[in-house]
């Protein structure tokens, strides 16, 4: 089992910043991947910014050169350094982590969730 808690959303003005944190707790040795997601009013969930199963980073074209994810594994939390936020950006985000499960396979972990909302 893996727990997940998110912290940081909240109310900006565009081009403004800020910056998820996903704290992780639990069988952590069994995560192959980390990421972050996002659904915003009448879209689909979609990958923003994500951890590879090799430590490399991948990013939704539209938050490339705006967003950073970051790890810090002694504390065991994912970031999300969010900069130049565009009303777009408004979406709840979600902390993901995909794990190996014995006799199961791979399965993912969800956060709870957190709300950004980007006003002009």
């Known amino acids: 089992q893996v727990q997940l808690v998110e912290s940081g959303g909240g109310l900006v003005q565009a081009g403004g910043s800020l910056r998820l944190s996903c704290a992780v707790s639990?069988?952590?040795?069994?995560?192959?991947?980390m990421g972050w997601y996002r659904q915003g009013p009448g879209k689909q969930r979609e990958l923003v910014a994500g951890f590879t199963t090799d430590g490399s980073t991948k990013y939704a074209d539209s938050v490339k050169g705006r967003f950073t994810i970051s790890r810090d594994n002694a504390k065991n939390t994912v970031f999300l350094q969010m900069n130049s936020l565009k009303p777009e950006d408004t979406a709840v985000y979600y902390c993901n982590v995909v794990t190996m499960r014995y006799q199961v396979g791979l399965f993912p972990y969800w956060g709870q969730g957190t709300q950004v909302t980007v006003f002009s």
């Open positions: 639990g069988s952590i040795f069994s995560i192959k991947t």
